[in-house]
């Protein structure tokens, strides 16, 4: 059976963390948040959410479509406030966006009017480090992605999978603490999709930063995760959480063929699979 991890309240969880003398990366205490549509009305995009991320951990996110999971990531990293409850980072309230957050979406985050050299090169050129240094950086990490011979090229000269390494190195580079990951491979093809998990694996092994992935794809989520949260049907909030106890370091692809990977797949769906149908449910009402 694959372990279910508890939902328990924020207090308790604070309690743990510090008899552990470690305090989590990231908390979440009955967090809420909700937006004014363009009709004046409220909609709530997460509820009562509460969640722990411990230092170090990969914690995948997933959840119906529209569910609140990119919204759970906007308000860790500062983009927006909580309507109600807290949000914690190493133990701290967040107030805006920290500098020691690294944010990867979907959608290419590179400019186009820079080469690739220079798309890596602008974070930390953009804290102040000198252009030297910042060039050495710039250039250890596009060594590290495989793309050393092409620091000179523009975003429209590469191919999808090399503008997403571009981005990995561009957020690798500024050391980030913590790695917030709004479905990044999504418009990958399945090949190219697993070569970067692999890639993201390796990366992110020898950093100790925590990561908080949010993905539509279960399969992904097991490859990658040290734990899987599932979320309810919008408004959002976390049904079951999940421990992921497969051994390390892996590789996507031979993953995917254990017995024990697949047996994970069918417990996480088994969960999953009923918000999901709570969805189109209700996508079907409204259309009715």
Same mark, same amino acid.
């Given at each position: 059976?694959?372990?279910?991890?508890?939902?328990?309240?924020?207090?308790?969880?604070?309690?743990?963390?510090?008899?552990?003398?470690?305090?989590?990366?990231?908390?979440?205490?009955?967090?809420?948040?909700?937006?004014?549509?363009?009709?004046?009305?409220?909609? +709530?995009? @997460?509820? /009562?959410?509460? *969640?722990?991320?411990?230092?170090?951990? =990969?914690? #995948?996110?997933?959840?119906? !479509?529209?569910?609140?999971?990119?919204?759970?990531?906007?308000?860790?990293?500062?983009?927006?406030?909580?309507?109600?409850?807290?949000?914690?980072?190493?133990?701290?309230?967040?107030?805006?966006?920290?500098?020691?957050?690294?944010?990867?979406?979907?959608?290419?985050?590179?400019?186009?009017?820079?080469?690739?050299?220079?798309?890596?090169?602008?974070?930390?050129?953009?804290?102040?480090?000198?252009?030297?240094?910042?060039?050495?950086?710039?250039?250890?990490?596009?060594?590290?992605?495989?793309?050393?011979?092409?620091?000179?090229?523009?975003?429209?000269?590469?191919?999808?999978?090399?503008?997403?390494?571009?981005?990995?190195?561009? +957020?690798? @580079?500024? /050391?980030?603490? *913590?790695?917030?990951?709004?479905?990044? =491979?999504? #418009?990958?093809?399945?090949? !190219?999709?697993?070569?970067?998990?692999?890639?993201?694996?390796?990366?992110?092994?020898?950093?100790?930063?925590?990561?908080?992935?949010?993905?539509?794809?279960?399969?992904?989520?097991?490859?990658?995760?040290?734990?899987?949260?599932?979320?309810?049907?919008?408004?959002?909030?976390?049904?079951?959480?999940?421990?992921?106890?497969?051994?390390?370091?892996?590789?996507?692809?031979?993953?995917?063929?254990?017995?024990?990977?697949?047996?994970?797949?069918?417990?996480?769906?088994?969960?999953?699979?009923?918000?999901?149908?709570?969805?189109?449910?209700?996508?079907?009402?409204?259309?009715?």
């Amino acid at each position: 059976m694959l372990t279910r991890l508890p939902t328990v309240p924020a207090a308790l969880l604070a309690s743990r963390a510090m008899n552990s003398q470690t305090t989590p990366a990231i908390e979440l205490r009955a967090t809420s948040k909700a937006f004014r549509t363009p009709s004046g009305r409220l909609h +709530t995009a @997460v509820r /009562d959410l509460d *969640l722990t991320v411990r230092q170090g951990e =990969f914690v #995948a996110v997933v959840g119906p !479509t529209g569910c609140g999971k990119s919204t759970t990531l906007t308000l860790v990293s500062g983009l927006e406030e909580p309507t109600e409850g807290e949000v914690l980072v190493a133990g701290e309230p967040v107030r805006g966006i920290g500098d020691k957050v690294g944010f990867v979406f979907q959608q290419d985050a590179v400019f186009p009017w820079r080469t690739v050299l220079s798309n890596v090169m602008a974070g930390p050129r953009f804290r102040g480090v000198p252009k030297t240094e910042a060039k050495e950086r710039a250039r250890e990490w596009l060594d590290r992605v495989g793309l050393g011979s092409f620091e000179d090229r523009y975003p429209h000269q590469l191919s999808g999978g090399q503008r997403k390494r571009v981005a990995l190195a561009a +957020t690798f @580079v500024n /050391d980030p603490e *913590l790695l917030l990951m709004d479905e990044p =491979f999504s #418009a990958l093809d399945v090949q !190219t999709r697993a070569l970067m998990s692999d890639q993201l694996l390796e990366l992110w092994g020898g950093t100790g930063a925590s990561v908080v992935f949010v993905t539509h794809d279960l399969e992904e989520s097991i490859a990658l995760a040290d734990k899987v949260v599932v979320m309810t049907a919008g408004p959002a909030t976390v049904k079951e959480v999940f421990a992921i106890d497969l051994p390390r370091p892996r590789k996507v692809e031979e993953v995917r063929l254990e017995p024990r990977f697949v047996e994970i797949y069918r417990e996480l769906w088994s969960s999953l699979g009923e918000e999901v149908r709570i969805t189109r449910e209700r996508g079907a009402a409204d259309v009715a």
